[in-house]
């Protein structure tokens, strides 16, 4: 199964709502990212968390790591129709020897206007 | 503009024909990654390479080779594509410990 697994696997909220994703992960890691992607076409990055880091803002984005639950979640406050997207967490395993991004499976968010 | 680039976009080919995948970055990235994406499946890596000459498997690495001879370039090559190759791929750089930037996709189809 995947090292990082999204929930919930889709979200639809109305605009201006918050949205919460949560990430759920196996094994210790060096961050946690989380990305963002619309339909068919590249991930981008939105905000990374290291292991050390509890809590992390970025504009409208919020992310939390809690590393002894092995969890993290993504908050988007006041939400607009153009954060309709496909999110995804990463955890970060790269060691000495090694370049291991893993993704997961994703959370799809529709904002209705 | 800090990018990476892939060629083509879109893809459709027949079973057996052998095929190649650009990818290039102007960011002077370490690291460069081969994924493949598919309904239900997420983002699954292919194989990837810290650097010039050094390559390596992801987790699915079957039926797809790559070559780093220069820091910029990771070519994706399909010797003998199938029909389950079929797939979304997206490659990407990055330098070690940081976020990954990803190229545009490549949409392959084959037949």
């Known amino acids: 199964s995947q090292q990082g697994e999204e929930d919930p696997q889709a979200l639809s909220i109305q605009e201006g709502e918050n949205a919460t994703m949560n990430c759920s992960y196996k094994?210790?890691?060096?961050?946690l990212q989380w990305y963002r992607q619309n339909s068919g076409r590249g991930l981008v990055h939105l905000i990374l968390?290291?292991?050390?880091?509890r809590e992390k803002h970025s504009g409208r984005l919020r992310v939390t790591l809690d590393t002894s639950k092995k969890s993290s979640s993504l908050l988007i406050t006041a939400s607009r129709a153009a954060d309709t997207a496909s999110y995804f967490c990463?955890?970060?395993?790269?060691?000495?020897?090694?370049?291991?991004?893993?993704f997961g499976t994703g959370t799809r968010l529709t904002i209705i206007p | 503009e800090a990018q990476v680039t892939q060629n083509p976009r879109y893809l459709i080919t027949v079973t057996g024909k052998k095929l190649t995948v650009t990818c290039s970055q102007n960011?002077?990235?370490?690291?460069m990654s081969w994924y493949r994406q598919d309904p239900g499946l997420g983002l699954r890596q292919i194989y990837y390479?810290?650097?010039?000459?050094?390559?390596d498997k992801g987790d699915v690495p079957e039926g797809y080779k790559v070559s780093r001879k220069e820091k910029r370039n990771f070519p994706l090559i399909l010797e003998s594509p199938s029909p389950n190759q079929t797939s979304l791929y997206f490659c990407?750089?990055?330098?070690?410990?940081?976020?990954?930037?990803f190229g545009p996709g490549t949409r392959l189809t084959v037949t």
């Open positions: 990407a750089s990055r330098r070690n410990g940081g976020e990954q930037y």
């Open positions: 094994t210790s890691i060096n961050n």
């Open positions: 968390i290291r292991s050390n880091e």
């Open positions: 990463a955890t970060d395993l790269s060691n000495f020897g090694n370049e291991k991004l893993t």
């Open positions: 960011m002077n990235h370490e690291y």
């Open positions: 390479s810290m650097n010039v000459e050094v390559t």
